[in-house]
Nanobody, 122 residues
Framework: QVQLVQSGGGLVQAGGSLRLSCVGS????????MGWFRQAPGKEREFVAA???????TFSDSVKGRFTISRDNAKNTVYLQMNSLKPEDTAVYYC????????????????WGQGTQVTVSS
């Protein structure tokens, strides 16, 4: 059974930092794009960041310069480091994997994590 299991998240004050982790199991994701989406209350799920298997990455404009994404292929893990957090970053964050690359992931991921709440207080 293929799974993406997330950890991290929680409550932080504006300006603070959090790190999310996502571990894949059931198959190797070393050649897959991996990334993050988020969904705020009353809003649609939106793309946040993605990284391909050789480390190329892309970010949404709303998080560029504040968030970084990295991966450890040996551990089948992707990380999202979130700095300078703002109240508008409050959302449920979802890990995702796309076996056909970043553009495929952005369109329709092949796998999803379970979601984790990030709340930024003002």
């Amino acid at each position: 059974q293929v799974q993406l299991v997330q950890s991290g998240g929680g409550l932080v004050q504006a300006g603070g930092s959090l790190r999310l982790s996502c571990v894949g199991s059931g198959r190797t994701f070393s050649r897959s794009a991996m990334g993050w989406f988020r969904q705020a209350p009353g809003k649609e799920r939106e793309f946040v960041a993605a990284i391909n298997w050789i480390g190329g990455n892309t970010f949404s404009d709303s998080v560029k310069g504040r968030f970084t994404i990295s991966r450890d292929n040996a551990k089948n893990t992707v990380y999202l480091q979130m700095n300078s957090l703002k109240p508008e970053d409050t959302a449920v964050y979802y890990c995702a994997a796309g076996v056909s690359g970043i553009e495929s992931l952005r369109g329709k991921p092949d796998y999803w994590g379970q979601g984790t709440q990030v709340t930024v207080s003002s």
